[in-house]
């Protein structure tokens, strides 16, 4: 068993996606805190459609936060699959943002099939949180 030596740009890198997340959340906080009294204007302004546009605006709340659950659920599963075929942990070729202790065998093999359980835990969750939302739409759409 030996070190995985830490890559300095996968370290930049993965900085540089923390702070591109927390900006991306930052910004769609602050539109939303904008925008919401003109979209509750627009949602409300015709009582014929008011049902019709919160069902829209459920389903793209769904997609707006199922869809990335769905993708990190799927790069988990990839790198289970790494894991287990090359029975190591990190699977050859990954990039390490800190030094890191390479696990070979029955180790590894645990390590994989707990980020695939993780991946499937998190596929799970995105449906049935989409499927909450499909319920809540289809019951607004019956009021």
């Known amino acids: 068993m030996g070190i995985q030596k830490a890559d300095p740009a996968a370290r930049r890198q993965a900085l540089l996606l923390i702070v591109f997340a927390t900006a991306t959340g930052a910004l769609l ?39 990335p659950l769905v993708a990190f659920a799927v790069y988990l599963w990839l790198l289970g699959a790494r894991v287990l075929r090359a029975q190591r942990f990190p699977p050859p070729g990954s990039r390490v943002i800190r030094d890191t202790p390479v696990v ?7 390590r994989g099939q707990l980020i695939q359980i993780l991946a499937v835990c998190l596929g799970v969750g995105a449906v049935l949180l989409w499927l909450f939302f499909v319920w809540l739409a289809r019951t607004i759409g019956h009021q």
């Open 104 to 110: 070979e065998g029955h180790g590894a093999t645990t």
């Open 29 to 67: 906080f602050a539109a939303f805190e904008h925008y919401r009294e003109p979209f509750r204007e627009w949602l409300l302004s015709e009582p014929a459609e008011t049902a019709s546009r919160a069902k829209l605006a459920l389903y793209i709340s769904a997609f707006v936060l199922c869809v």
